[in-house]
């Protein structure tokens, strides 16, 4: 299972703030809400959070507005020091994009079985169709980096507005 979550990109973040630890759970506690009800199929739903606090740890994370939506969530720990709070969250991508990733990569290796064959067979025939062969698994690797990219940035986002959540600044 180790190689199936290292699929799916985290983001370890530290935040530092010059609230207290309580406000800060307390802007937490505020965020999480009850999922909201649709009035009707034209309502557009607005942004909800999901969540729990237990002492000084948290989780947290927007519920999702559609089928191809899904939206990362953050746990972490929220420590105080004596003029500042520094809050560790560990952001990840949403663990049902994990088949997605793994349907990628399958696909990336059988679609590249082809060119494999094809280099092993010393036909005239196999090589004129080399030149698709060496497409397809391009395209789905490409697909797959754009999926990859596209995660990191719903992470940095979240990573962002957890840090005006909290009134603080990101320090690694």
């Known amino acids: 299972m180790k190689f199936l979550d ?21 802007r937490i506690e505020s965020k999480i809400s009850a999922r909201p009800i649709r009035k009707s199929i034209f309502d557009a739903i607005p942004l909800s959070y999901y969540g729990k ?20 969530r953050a746990q972490g720990v929220i420590e105080s020091n004596s003029d500042k ?10 663990r049902k994009l994990k088949s997605g990733m793994i349907f990628m990569i399958v696909l990336i290796n ?3 079985l082809p060119l494999f064959f094809a280099v092993l067979d010393n036909d005239s025939e196999s090589y004129e169709l080399l030149g698709l062969f060496i497409f397809m698994p ?7 980096l754009v999926n990859y990219l596209i995660l990191i940035n719903r992470n940095n986002k979240f990573a962002k507005y957890i840090a005006t ?7 690694k």
């Open 6 to 26: 290292s699929l799916l990109p985290t983001k370890e973040v530290v935040y530092q703030t010059s609230l207290s630890s309580q406000k800060v759970i307390q």
């Open 53 to 72: 606090v237990e002492g000084n740890t948290f989780e947290l994370g927007r519920r999702s507005r559609g089928n191809k939506d899904r939206p990362p």
């Open 85 to 94: 709070t520094i809050v560790r969250a560990n952001i990840n991508a949403n």
């Open 110 to 112: 059988i679609s590249a």
């Open 138 to 144: 391009i395209f789905f690797s490409f697909g797959f």
């Open 165 to 171: 959540l909290i009134d603080g600044k990101i320090i």
